[in-house]
């Protein structure tokens, strides 16, 4: 991808530690608008805090973090909320409120976080539902739906607002093979539809080279593999994390042909 095109998260040699455990070390790191950037690595590698220290979740303890060109280094928590809701972020698990029905799980960040009119905000859940095939699930809990099914709720809640950005960390975590699949088919969705810019951390290489690979196809409602420009297009990079450390960042073809033992690993099946 260009160099010029606007970056929309910026990490500038940011480092995160909790007491004496770094947790993030000296990373510098740049998400394009447009791109999708795939973070691997092994538990404990900084993924996630990575992914939460975009929004100001985790608070990095040096170096800068630009969210749409502002640095959030130096904004409080007041400050943060109008760029936190141009973020949609799923969680691991999903991150579903257990006491909410489906319809206002996926209407909490239209009513607390970009403060929709009340009026529009049936519309634009029931919308946002039928994009992930669960519009038939406004009234039930999240304890009556499967996990795969809670996912995608969480996914809803993630996009409603129409994100600029979306964060999604370990999407598939937990999910047979299958079902991990149909999610990711989600994301690709939301990023072809939507034009999101894509941020997703995950320990499988199948996630990567899906979003990688192929491209949704609004006449048939079915991803197909992208080939040629096509997949140019998707702009996708690979991030390679160790223990705090980034120590890979490229292309799918790149990743798959390090002779690092460490890296190599994550481009296996």
Do not use: W
Request: overall charge negative.
């Amino acid at each position: 991808m260009a160099s010029n095109v606007t970056p929309v998260l910026e990490f500038k040699d940011v480092t995160v530690a909790f007491d004496a455990n770094t947790a993030v070390d000296h990373i510098s790191l740049t998400v394009r608008q447009g791109q999708s950037a795939v973070i691997l690595g092994a538990a404990g590698s900084g993924k996630t805090t990575l992914l939460k220290s975009a929004i100001g979740l985790v608070r990095c303890d040096s170096g800068h973090i630009d969210l749409f060109g502002q640095d959030i280094t130096v904004l409080d928590e007041h400050a943060l909320y109008p760029l936190r809701a141009q973020v949609g972020i799923l969680f691991q698990e999903g991150g579903v409120f257990d006491s909410l029905n489906i319809e206002d799980n996926v209407a909490y960040p239209l009513r607390n976080t970009i403060h929709l009119p009340e009026g529009e905000v049936p519309g634009r859940v029931l919308e946002t539902l039928r994009f992930v095939e669960l519009e038939h699930t406004l009234e039930k809990y999240p304890s009556e739906l499967s996990g795969g099914m809670r996912r995608r709720v969480g996914i809803a809640r993630a996009v409603v607002t129409e994100p600029r950005l979306c964060l999604y960390d370990s999407p598939t975590a937990g999910l047979d093979p299958i079902t991990a699949n149909t999610i990711m088919a989600l994301l690709v969705k939301e990023r072809d539809l939507k034009k999101t810019t894509t941020v997703m951390v995950t320990h499988r290489i199948q996630d990567g080279q899906i979003l990688a690979n192929f491209r949704y196809n609004p006449e048939t409602g079915q991803l197909e593999p992208a080939a040629g420009s096509q997949k140019a297009d998707l702009h996708t990079v690979f991030v390679v994390l160790r223990d705090g450390r980034l120590v890979f960042e490229g292309s799918e073809e790149e990743l798959q042909s390090s002779s690092d033992p460490y890296i190599s690993k994550f481009a296996r099946r």
